[in-house]
């Protein structure tokens, strides 16, 4: 792929390390792609970092026509830096733009324009303990009429934020609320996909779970609201009476990359992982007898976080005492080993820029 590269005139001035926060400050460049139903893919650019002109009756803006992917660099001792798994997003994006009637972006295509723009802006990749540069790749329908159709005319776009540690105190538990009322996700729906629209409405829940001083919502199946999901943005999985359990990817479920990294890395190391229905009175019961040992929720941007109560229907459970438990403190420290080069990459998750 023939990529055109605009550099910027006015660099800025690079974030101080220790308070970067997540997704507030943005890199000096930002990578394009449009297409068309006619020409295919066209135009790959990095140019600088700035607004994005859009027709005001671009279909993003009325129809939800948007998914997005979200992943990182990082930066390891020698001063080099890679990336994990980028692949299992750039497959995970076309399995998106497919629900939606968006045109695939093929994986090289994907992986090449990540590489390029980070390496362009390589100076943003914070060096700090535990920090890295978050990427978002995004893909939006962008046809200029409001006719309801499947989409003619598309834009690929990649923005990076240095992000700061997710846990700069430690690993804290959170307190997450089961949500009986709201649903995210029917199957059949797009609850798979990493789509715009799904956050739009699960806000609400989130919202009312914040006011009671819940982290996030465990979403339950939008048919039933008896089996266990998943958290906001985050898989979730629990360790029952010696069994690592996560929900089976039912099709209203999100592929975690970071879920598959822990099932498949557990597996290797003989512990017993079910993919499978968790209904949430098994959950309850396992609470009230003492048998769930462990739970937590796994994404890109934490890696794990230690669930430390759980509540539903106004009833709180405390799990582990409130303390972070031995297996997700052992996912954090392997997975976080491999992406900043501490330990072998033995599963070859690991592309080097
Ligand atoms: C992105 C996301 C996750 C976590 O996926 P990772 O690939 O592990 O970052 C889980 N649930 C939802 C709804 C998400 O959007």
């Keep these: 792929m023939n990529i055109s590269i605009t550099k910027t005139l006015t660099p800025k001035e690079k974030p101080d390390e220790n308070g970067l926060g997540f997704g507030q400050i943005f890199t000096d460049h930002m990578f394009l792609m449009d297409w068309s139903a006619d020409e295919g893919w066209k135009d790959a650019r990095i140019v600088p970092f700035g607004p994005i ?26 001063g080099s830096i890679q990336l994990f798994r980028p692949y299992d997003n750039a497959q995970r994006l076309n399995d998106s733009a497919e629900r939606l009637c968006m045109p695939e972006v093929p994986t090289e295509m994907f992986v090449e324009a990540v590489k390029a723009l980070v390496k362009l802006d390589e100076e943003w990749v914070p060096h700090a303990e535990g920090t890295s540069l978050y990427i978002r790749p995004f893909l939006f329908g962008n046809d200029e009429v409001l006719g309801v159709h499947t989409v003619h005319h598309a834009v690929f776009a990649i923005i990076c934020s240095p992000s700061g540690s997710y846990y700069p105190e430690g690993i804290n538990p959170v307190r997450i609320m089961i949500e009986d009322e709201d649903v995210r996700a029917v199957r059949g729906g797009t609850g798979y996909t990493k789509c715009g629209g799904n956050y739009a409405a699960s806000t609400r829940a989130a919202e009312r779970a914040g006011q009671k001083g819940y982290t996030q919502v465990l979403w339950l199946d939008g048919v039933e609201r008896k089996y266990i999901e998943e958290v906001g943005a985050m898989n979730v999985m629990f360790k029952i009476a010696g069994e690592v359990v996560t929900p089976e990817l039912s099709g209203s479920i999100l592929p975690g990359v970071t879920r598959r990294s822990c099932v498949e890395l557990l597996r290797s190391e003989g512990y017993k992982v079910s993919e499978r229905k968790l209904s949430v009175d098994e959950l309850l019961k396992a609470m009230e007898d003492g048998t769930l040992e462990e739970a937590w929720g796994t994404g890109t ?26 297996v997700t403190q052992h996912l954090y420290d392997e997975l976080t080993a491999i992406q900043w080069g501490k330990t072998e990459d033995r599963f070859g998750w690991i592309e080097k820029l």
């Design 53 to 78: 002109p859009l027709h005001p009756s671009s279909t993003v803006l009325h129809y939800g026509a948007e998914v997005f992917e979200g992943m990182k660099a990082y930066r390891i001792a020698d």
């Design 301 to 326: 941007a934490a890696v794990v976080s230690p669930i430390g109560e759980l509540c539903y229907k106004d009833k709180k459970y405390t799990v582990n005492n409130f303390e972070i438990g031995p």
